[in-house]
């Protein structure tokens, strides 16, 4: 899941950026409202933290131009401002909800899951494709009744790849939901990471249908069903 944080103060931007990462979201940062506003529109995000004031442009702004635009990211909004007027104005504005700062992580997570669950149900901790699941809650990734030990990218590749089971997923894809956009992805990171993953999750289970499969000059595909 990959999660836009727009704010301008750079010490809460980075301690939610270094937050989130521990529970293996993918963050991009942005420092003002018009680079937060170029990403939200560029970039594929899940969800946008987004700070209520702002340079360039504020908050309510931003919101306001996304719903516009068609653009139904849930947003979180953060204000240092309490007053009831603030609170209506965001939702009004679009934002899915609203947090007053200054706030514990514990509650800005909180609010995170919940947006993240609400929408699609893309949020919820089980995710499974024939006998192999991945706990999004627990980290846990298991294989019948042996467990898989991840890496942090591996792991994110492979939630991103379930949650789409059984649908063609290209490498832009992949490179736009698992790695910050700042990243520099050489033409075969992803497929490194892939085989790294089938390794962990197909190949060691040679007795059984190979669940990851390269859909030759399109890209990937998680699936249970024989081909
Ligand atoms: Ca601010």
């Not at 649908?167 to 939901?177: E, F, G, R």
């Not at 040679?206 to 990937?220: E, M, Q, S």
Request: include cysteine.
């Amino acid at each position: 899941m990959k999660i836009l944080i727009v704010e301008d103060e750079h010490k809460i931007a980075n301690s939610i950026k270094k937050g989130l990462e521990q529970e293996n979201y993918v963050t991009d940062v942005a420092y003002d409202g018009t680079q937060g506003l170029d990403l939200a529109v560029g970039e594929d995000y899940d969800l946008i933290i987004l700070d209520r004031l702002l340079p360039g442009m504020d908050g309510l702004t931003i919101c306001t131009t996304l719903r516009k635009k068609q653009i139904h990211i849930p947003i979180l909004l953060l204000t240092a401002k309490g007053q009831l007027n603030d609170r209506v104005e965001g939702l009004n504005a679009g934002a899915d909800d609203y947090l007053v700062k200054p706030f514990a992580f514990e509650e800005l997570l909180a609010r995170v899951r919940a947006l993240l669950r609400r929408p699609q149900k893309t949020a919820e901790n089980k995710l499974t494709v024939g006998e192999l699941s991945l706990d999004t809650s627990t980290f846990q990734v298991e294989r019948g009744t042996k467990s898989i030990t991840l890496s942090q990218k591996e792991f994110a590749l492979l939630e991103y790849l379930m949650r789409h089971a059984n649908k063609v997923i290209t490498k832009d894809q992949i490179i736009n939901h698992v790695w910050n956009y700042d990243t520099d992805i050489l033409p075969n990171t992803v497929e490194v990471y892939m085989t790294h993953l089938r390794n962990k999750v197909d190949r060691i289970f040679p007795d059984k249908l190979a669940l990851i499969r390269t859909v030759r000059g399109f890209g990937y595909m998680i699936s249970d069903k024989e081909v």
